[in-house]
C-alpha cells in the first residue's frame, strides 16, 4: 500500500536492538562475566583485587564476592549475577562452577545461532541434556553418611583447596566437619543441618591455626557487672526475654511530690520491684542470667551480691542458638521463670580474644549449635579463613543432607560429557546439535582447571576422554599440581552431589532464559520520560567488552 504513512509506536529514543544483533549482544555480556571469574576455578586459581569508590580492598578468589561487589549495569550480566547468588544461597559454594558453564553454554549457542539453528532447537536440547546430565551425575554418585568423617574430611579440604588459607586447611576442615556433625538431626532416614546454628565469630591477631570451636555458644558481650563472677561451673542459665528494669509508662503521666517522704517512698518502690525480678531469678537456682533486653544498674548490682553472671542485650538469633545448645526455654516473663526452664553448661566464662571481651557458653550436655572464632594475621587474612571455612561448612551440609558425593578434579563432567554425547546419537533432530554443545559446555571447568594450572587444556582434556572410556574410569579427574590424570576418590578429592546437580540446573536455566531473548526494548526510563537504551548497550551497535559492565 503505497503512499501510506509510517505507524510509529516507540518514540524514536527508545529504538531497540532485534533478531541475532540482540542475541550476539546477550551472549557476549554472559560471557564476559564468565570470563571475569574463569580465572579463579580450582586450586590454581588467581585472586582478584576490589577496590571500592572509598579505596577499601577486598583480595579473594570467591566467585559471589567478585560479582556482587562489582558494578554491573547490563541487564543480562545482572542475571548472570543472580545465578551465582541462587547458588550461593542454595548451596553456599559452587557460584563460580555455575557461572562458567552457563558462559559456555551460551558461547555455544551462538555458535549453532550463526548457524542458522533457531534458538528454540538449541533450548529443546538443552533441556534434554540438563535432564540427562542430572540422571548421570545421581547414577554416579558415592554414599555416604555422617558417620564417614574420612569422606566429609576430604569434601571440605577439597572445597578450601586454593583459598588463602593452604597450609591450615586441615585443621578447618576439622573443625567443618565437627560443627555440622553437632547440629545435623535424623529425620527418618536422612539428616537435616541447620547452618543457623554455626556461628562464625572472626578475630584478627594471632594464626589461621588458632581458628576453635566452641562445642556451644559464643557471645560477642561482656558480663554487666564488674563484681560478676568472670567464670561458672555447672552453670543453671536462665534465657530472659524482658527487662530488668522499670519499664516506661505506655501513656503519659505526671507524678506530683509534695514533701519528702513521698519521694523515699517512691525510690523504695522502685527498688522493691526490681528487687522481686532478682529475687525471681534466684529461687529458680540459676546461676547465670542471659537476658535479650536491658538490665538496670541496681538489678545489675544484685545480681553480682548473689553471684549470678548476667549478660544483657543478647541478640535474638543468639538467644535462640543458647536454647538449642543448653536446652534452656526463653522465658517472656521473669515472674514465670520456673527451675524447669534452666538450661545447662558445664561452663560459662568471659575471657579475653584480640583484646575483645567475649562470652563462651561451652561444654552443652547436647549442644544444637556450634561457634567457631576464625583468627588471621590481618583483616584480609582472617576474611579469607572465614569463606574458605564458610564454603567447607556449606559443601560438608550439603554432603550430610544429600548423602551422596560425586569425584572431583573435573572427572564428574567430563563422564557426563561422554554420555551426553552417546545420547546424542540416538536423538533425531537438529537437537543433537544443542546436546553436543552442552557436552563441550560442562567440559569448560576440566579446561578451566587445567587453564589455571598453566597447563595444555587440550591435551589434559584428551587425557580425561581417554581415561573415561570405560565404568573404571568415573572417577579419573585432574590433579592439577601433578597434571596427572588420577582416580580422584583415592586422591581424596570429593564434591557433595547436591553442589553439581545445582549449578548444572542453574546455568542452563539462564542459558534457556537468556537465548528466548531476541528483542531488547526500554519500555520506559526509570527517571521518567523519554528513552534510550539500557546501562551497557549502546544503541549503535555491539559495543566493546569495558559497555557491559
Given at each position: 500500500m503505497t503512499g501510506q504513512q509510517q505507524l510509529v509506536l516507540v518514540p524514536q529514543a527508545s529504538q531497540g536492538i532485534t533478531g541475532k544483533d540482540a542475541q550476539r549482544i546477550n551472549i557476549l555480556a554472559a560471557r564476559t562475566i564468565a570470563e571475569v571469574v574463569r580465572t579463579t576455578l580450582g586450586p590454581k586459581g588467581m585472586d582478584k583485587m576490589l577496590v571500592d569508590t572509598l579505596g577499601d580492598v577486598v583480595i579473594t578468589n570467591d566467585g559471589v564476592t567478585i560479582l556482587s561487589e562489582m558494578e554491573i549495569q547490563h541487564p543480562t550480566a545482572k542475571m548472570m549475577v543472580e545465578v551465582s547468588k541462587a547458588q550461593q544461597e542454595e548451596i553456599g559454594d559452587g557460584?563460580?562452577?555455575?557461572?562458567?558453564?552457563?558462559?559456555?553454554?551460551?558461547?555455544?549457542?551462538?555458535?549453532?545461532?550463526?548457524?542458522?539453528?533457531?534458538?528454540?532447537?538449541?533450548?529443546?536440547?538443552?533441556?534434554?541434556?540438563?535432564?540427562?546430565?542430572?540422571?548421570?551425575?545421581?547414577?554416579?554418585?558415592?554414599?555416604?553418611?555422617?558417620?564417614?568423617?574420612?569422606?566429609?574430611?576430604?569434601?571440605?579440604?577439597?572445597?578450601?583447596?586454593?583459598?588463602?588459607?593452604?597450609?591450615s586447611k586441615e585443621h578447618l576442615a576439622d573443625i567443618a566437619v565437627e560443627s555440622v556433625r553437632l547440629v545435623s538431626e535424623k529425620e527418618g532416614t536422612k539428616y537435616r543441618v541447620d547452618k543457623d546454628s554455626i556461628k562464625i565469630e572472626k578475630r584478627e591477631g594471632g594464626s589461621v591455626i588458632d581458628t576453635a570451636l566452641i562445642r556451644g555458644v559464643v557471645l560477642d558481650k561482656e558480663r554487666a557487672h564488674s563484681g560478676m563472677p568472670r567464670t561458672v561451673r555447672k552453670a543453671r542459665i536462665a534465657l530472659v526475654d524482658s527487662a530488668?528494669?522499670?519499664?516506661?509508662?505506655?501513656?503519659?503521666?505526671?507524678?506530683?511530690?509534695?514533701?519528702?517522704?513521698?519521694?523515699?517512698a517512691f525510690l523504695h518502690k522502685e527498688e522493691r520491684i526490681i528487687k522481686e525480678m532478682v529475687d525471681a531469678v534466684v529461687a529458680t537456682g540459676a546461676n547465670v542470667l542471659l537476658c535479650q533486653k536491658g538490665i538496670d544498674d541496681l538489678a545489675q548490682h544484685y545480681l553480682a551480691k548473689v553471684?549470678?553472671?548476667?549478660?544483657?542485650?543478647?541478640?535474638?538469633?543468639?538467644?535462640?542458638?543458647?536454647?538449642?545448645?543448653t536446652s534452656a526455654r526463653i522465658v517472656t516473663n521473669i515472674k514465670e521463670l520456673a527451675k524447669g526452664d534452666?538450661?545447662?553448661?558445664?561452663?560459662?566464662?568471659?575471657?579475653?580474644?584480640?583484646?575483645?571481651?567475649?562470652?563462651?557458653?561451652?561444654?552443652?550436655?547436647?549442644?544444637?549449635?556450634?561457634?567457631?572464632?576464625?583468627?588471621?594475621?590481618?583483616?584480609?587474612?582472617?576474611?579469607?579463613?572465614?569463606?574458605?571455612?564458610?564454603?567447607?561448612?556449606?559443601?560438608?551440609?550439603?554432603?550430610?543432607?544429600?548423602?551422596?558425593?560425586?569425584?572431583?578434579?573435573?572427572?564428574?563432567?567430563?563422564?557426563?560429557?561422554?554420555?551426553l554425547r552417546e545420547y546424542a546419537g540416538s536423538v533425531g533432530g537438529r537437537e543433537q546439535l544443542a546436546i553436543n554443545a552442552f557436552a563441550d559446555g560442562l567440559e569448560s571447568c576440566p579446561r578451566a582447571l587445567a587453564e589455571n594450572a598453566g597447563l595444555d587444556p587440550t591435551d589434559k582434556l584428551v587425557a580425561l576422554r581417554k581415561a573415561h572410556t570405560g565404568k573404571k574410569g568415573i572417577p579419573f579427574g585432574l590433579n592439577v599440581f601433578t597434571?596427572?590424570?588420577?582416580?580422584?576418590?583415592?586422591?581424596?578429592?570429593?564434591?557433595?552431589?547436591?553442589?553439581?546437580?545445582?549449578?548444572?540446573?542453574?546455568?542452563?536455566?539462564?542459558?534457556?532464559?537468556?537465548?528466548?531473548?531476541?528483542?531488547?526494548?526500554?519500555?520506559?526510563?526509570?527517571?521518567?520520560?523519554?528513552?534510550?537504551?539500557?546501562?551497557?548497550?549502546?544503541?549503535?551497535?555491539?559495543?566493546?567488552m569495558p559497555g557491559m559492565m
Open positions: 557460584t563460580t562452577t555455575a557461572v562458567v558453564i552457563a558462559g559456555e553454554l551460551l558461547k555455544r549457542a551462538g555458535d549453532l545461532i550463526e548457524q542458522s539453528i533457531h534458538p528454540t532447537v538449541i533450548i529443546k536440547g538443552y533441556r534434554m541434556a540438563d535432564h540427562k546430565a542430572r540422571d548421570v551425575l545421581k547414577n554416579i554418585g558415592i554414599p555416604v553418611t555422617i558417620k564417614n568423617t574420612k569422606k566429609l574430611h576430604a569434601v571440605a579440604t577439597t572445597a578450601m583447596t586454593g583459598k588463602g588459607v593452604e597450609g530488668l528494669e522499670i519499664k516506661n509508662t505506655e501513656t503519659k503521666a505526671e507524678i506530683r511530690i509534695t514533701d519528702p517522704t513521698q519521694l523515699e553471684g549470678i553472671f548476667a549478660v544483657r542485650r543478647v541478640k535474638k538469633s543468639d538467644m535462640k542458638m543458647l536454647a538449642n545448645a534452666l538450661g545447662y553448661a558445664e561452663e560459662v566464662e568471659e575471657t579475653k580474644i584480640a583484646g575483645d571481651e567475649m562470652v563462651l557458653i561451652q561444654k552443652c550436655k547436647n549442644p544444637k549449635a556450634a561457634s567457631v572464632i576464625v583468627r588471621g594475621g590481618t583483616k584480609h587474612v582472617t576474611e579469607e579463613a572465614e569463606k574458605a571455612l564458610e564454603d567447607a561448612i556449606d559443601d560438608v551440609a550439603v554432603a550430610v543432607k544429600d548423602g551422596r558425593l560425586v569425584a572431583g578434579g573435573g572427572a564428574s563432567e567430563v563422564e557426563m560429557a561422554r554420555r597434571g596427572k590424570v588420577v582416580n580422584m576418590n583415592k586422591a581424596g578429592v570429593l564434591e557433595p552431589l547436591g553442589l553439581k546437580l545445582h549449578a548444572i540446573k542453574a546455568a542452563s536455566e539462564v542459558a534457556e532464559m537468556v537465548l528466548r531473548i531476541d528483542d531488547i526494548v526500554l519500555a520506559k526510563e526509570l527517571g521518567g520520560g523519554g528513552g534510550g537504551m539500557p546501562p551497557g548497550m549502546p544503541p549503535g551497535g555491539m559495543g566493546g
